[in-house]
């Protein structure tokens, strides 16, 4: 069991940076994933990446703006936020899945999943 625990969430302005990062507990091999909600909306895809690091796929709407990262010593994934902007508010989760993949956005392919943490981006 692999249990994940973002951090790194809150009050921000428009244009500003933050930094989340998630924590996993247990080793996990999986290609782990960050997804968002805003209230009223579905979760929505923001940013993947694999085991190894590389090649990482990022949602049109972050693409030049958010960076996905990972430190596979430390089981921890970051998401590092920059230039956000009001539309960026929402509910980031990362996920993780239990078996390596090469690419998706789908949350349907992650297995485990965090709570959660708040983005506000006031304007």
């Known amino acids: 069991q692999v249990q994940l625990e973002e951090s790194g969430g809150g009050l921000v302005q428009a244009g500003g940076s933050l930094r989340l990062s998630c924590a996993a507990s247990?080793?996990?091999?999986?290609?782990m994933g960050w997804f968002r909600q805003a209230l009223g909306k579905e979760r929505e895809f923001v940013a993947f990446?694999?085991?190894?690091?590389?090649?990482?796929v990022y949602a049109d709407s972050v693409k030049g703006r958010f960076t996905i990262s990972r430190d596979n010593a430390k089981n921890t994934v970051y998401l590092q936020m920059n230039s956000l902007k009001p539309e960026d508010t929402a509910v980031y989760y990362c996920?993780?899945?239990?078996?390596?993949?090469?690419?998706?956005?789908?949350?349907?392919?992650?297995?485990?999943w965090g709570k959660g943490t708040l983005v506000t981006v006031s304007s």
């Open positions: 996920a993780t899945t239990k078996l390596p993949l090469t690419y998706t956005v789908s949350a349907s392919f992650f297995d485990y």
């Open positions: 990446i694999k085991w190894s690091g590389g090649s990482p």
């Open positions: 247990g080793r996990t091999f999986g290609s």
